[in-house]
């Protein structure tokens, strides 16, 4: 046989042989006769059959792109994948532990280097060394420490029980401070008390304490009777209680303390599920109180008339809210560097108090500054969360009143420094000087920490990194080898 003819028969055996595996792969015929699906070549046939033979997966083809070739499958973008692995982590259950324990930590110790950096030269003005307020505010960060400790260990129903004794010890020491010769005024306030050598304590920032345990074991047994569906219920005895507070502090003439105290105490009614008419009714009689309050005093009306203002006036009225303008402006991006404040040498009054934050503007900047504010932002929303996340009623009003408390006092008194609000007196929560204003936060800080704890999903994951119990876990996963392995 010639060769051509030989090739064409090979070639035409081939396509026969070809054509019967095809046919032998082909699927089925439906009922209508016609194919389950398309033509399936030979190769992918054959590698399908060879793998279900083997029990292995068969390959599938790669798609090439977008160049004709064959759909991509879709990617998730970059921005996408993080903020899902952001929102992952943000919910785990020690998100809120953390930002607690952090934010407050944080805050204390930048507080404790701005008050260094800011009284230095109002102390060597006193014929004080320039660490003079600086050691009086390091020893209660330390005093406050213990008790933020102390306050996250405890148990909640502990928490309970301090209520009451605390209550009555702290009005017990502001009916005190109204006796003359036991009590002593500090810039025109009549709230101190003298305790020996240069400390001094304030009680009415332990009212601020006491108010909302007191509060919130009052509301939480009332809760638990079902009684907070009656106005009498929600607001006796929790208003005139907090009237009497409120008394006593404006005896001594300190509207800024007040305000923060009716604060706590309208977002105690909010989270008690106060009806809208009964929370206006409040609102309007502690508005025209606080109308009053401040018509009749020059000294308040002179600091309402200071909002906003760009000039010291005639008289020098508003001169520490224009210089502290002046401080934040001539901060700029990234201030003008630690202890290089130009204002803190006389021109600003209290710098290391109520108008910390401006010195914090000048030396730090606007990086600083905004720092501090996510600070304060992820304390309230760690302390909202945890509000919002419990269970236990006793838990949700405490956990609200000191947000309630620590953000609206850092509100008015950074609202107080930008000129947006009238000067109240009232110092920056964990920042500012003073050991009385301190000491309650931190307790306050600890006391957050304890709900953070008590939480179930929290208090699994404590519980999975303790070293015993990760040590006892170890031990069960590890199979014992024999002795003669090595």
């Known amino acids: 046989?010639?060769?051509?003819?030989?090739?064409?028969?090979?070639?035409?055996?081939?396509?026969?042989?070809?054509?019967?595996?095809?046919?032998?792969?082909?699927?089925?015929?439906?009922?209508?006769?016609?194919?389950?699906?398309?033509?399936?070549?030979?190769?992918?046939?054959?590698?399908?059959?060879?793998?279900?033979?083997?029990?292995?997966?068969?390959?599938?083809?790669?798609?090439?792109?977008?160049?004709?070739?064959?759909?991509?499958?879709?990617?998730?973008?970059?921005?996408?994948?993080?903020?899902?692995?952001?929102?992952?982590?943000?919910?785990?259950?020690?998100?809120?532990?953390?930002?607690?324990?952090?934010?407050?930590?944080?805050?204390?110790?930048?507080?404790?280097?701005?008050?260094?950096?800011?009284?230095?030269?109002?102390?060597?003005?006193?014929?004080?060394?320039?660490?003079?307020?600086?050691?009086?505010?390091?020893?209660?960060?330390?005093?406050?420490?213990?008790?933020?400790?102390?306050?996250?260990?405890?148990?909640?129903?502990?928490?309970?029980?301090?209520?009451?004794?605390?209550?009555?010890?702290?009005?017990?020491?502001?009916?005190?401070?109204?006796?003359?010769?036991?009590?002593?005024?500090?810039?025109?306030?009549?709230?101190?008390?003298?305790?020996?050598?240069?400390?001094?304590?304030?009680?009415?920032?332990?009212?601020?304490?006491?108010?909302?345990?007191?509060?919130?074991?009052?509301?939480?047994?009332?809760?638990?009777?079902?009684?907070?569906?009656?106005?009498?219920?929600?607001?006796?005895?929790?208003?005139?209680?907090?009237?009497?507070?409120?008394?006593?502090?404006?005896?001594?003439?300190?509207?800024?303390?007040?305000?923060?105290?009716?604060?706590?105490?309208?977002g105690l009614l909010w989270l008690a599920g106060a009806p809208t008419r009964l929370f206006a009714g409040v609102l309007s009689v502690a508005g025209v109180l606080a109308f009053l309050l401040i018509k009749t005093s020059p000294n308040r009306m002179s600091r309402l008339s200071c909002m906003g203002v760009s000039e010291p006036g005639p008289n020098g009225s508003c001169w520490q809210a224009v210089h502290g303008i002046y401080a934040l402006a001539s901060g700029g991006w990234f201030g003008s560097g630690l202890g290089a404040s130009v204002e803190k040498w006389g021109q600003l009054p209290e710098p290391h108090t109520d108008f910390i934050f401006a010195i914090t503007g000048e030396e730090l900047g606007l990086a600083g500054t905004l720092s501090v504010l996510a600070l304060f932002a992820a304390l309230g929303y760690a302390g909202i969360r945890v509000a919002g996340r419990t269970e236990d009623p006793f838990v949700r009003y405490a956990a609200g009143g000191v947000t309630t408390w620590i953000t609206v006092q850092a509100v008015i008194n950074i609202g107080a420094v930008l000129g947006l609000l009238p000067i109240a007196g009232v110092p920056l929560p964990l920042f500012s000087y003073g050991g009385s204003a301190l000491l309650p936060t931190m307790f306050a800080v600890g006391l957050l920490i304890a709900f953070a704890r008590e939480e179930p999903a929290a208090k699994a994951a404590l519980a999975m990194r303790r070293p015993g119990v990760r040590w006892k876990t170890m031990r069960r996963r590890v199979k014992k080898r024999p002795s003669g392995e090595r």
């Open 1 to 266: 046989m010639p060769a051509d003819e030989s090739s064409a028969a090979r070639g035409t055996g081939r396509s026969q042989a070809t054509a019967a595996i095809s046919r032998a792969l082909a699927p089925p015929l439906l009922s209508s006769g016609r194919l389950a699906g398309p033509p399936v070549p030979v190769g992918l046939a054959l590698r399908g059959r060879l793998a279900a033979g083997t029990g292995r997966r068969p390959a599938v083809p790669r798609s090439r792109g977008h160049d004709g070739s064959g759909p991509r499958t879709p990617r998730r973008s970059g921005v996408r994948r993080m903020y899902e692995q952001a929102r992952r982590a943000w919910d785990r259950p020690l998100t809120a532990y953390y930002l607690i324990l952090g934010a407050g930590l944080l805050i204390t110790v930048l507080g404790l280097v701005m008050v260094y950096s800011a009284s230095m030269i109002k102390a060597l003005e006193l014929d004080k060394p320039g660490t003079y307020f600086f050691r009086k505010q390091f020893l209660a960060a330390v005093i406050g420490s213990a008790l933020l400790v102390i306050a996250s260990r405890m148990p909640v129903k502990l928490h309970r029980a301090l209520a009451y004794p605390l209550l009555m010890g702290t009005v017990f020491l502001m009916v005190l401070v109204q006796v003359p010769g036991i009590g002593m005024s500090v810039n025109g306030n009549q709230n101190w008390l003298y305790l020996g050598g240069p400390f001094q304590l304030q009680p009415s920032e332990f009212g601020k304490l006491a108010l909302i345990l007191w509060s919130a074991d009052l509301l939480a047994r009332k809760q638990d009777k079902r009684l907070l569906t009656q106005w009498k219920h929600m607001l006796v005895p929790l208003v005139p209680v907090a009237f009497i507070l409120l008394g006593l502090i404006m005896l001594g003439g300190d509207m800024g303390t007040a305000i923060i105290l009716t604060a706590i105490l309208f």
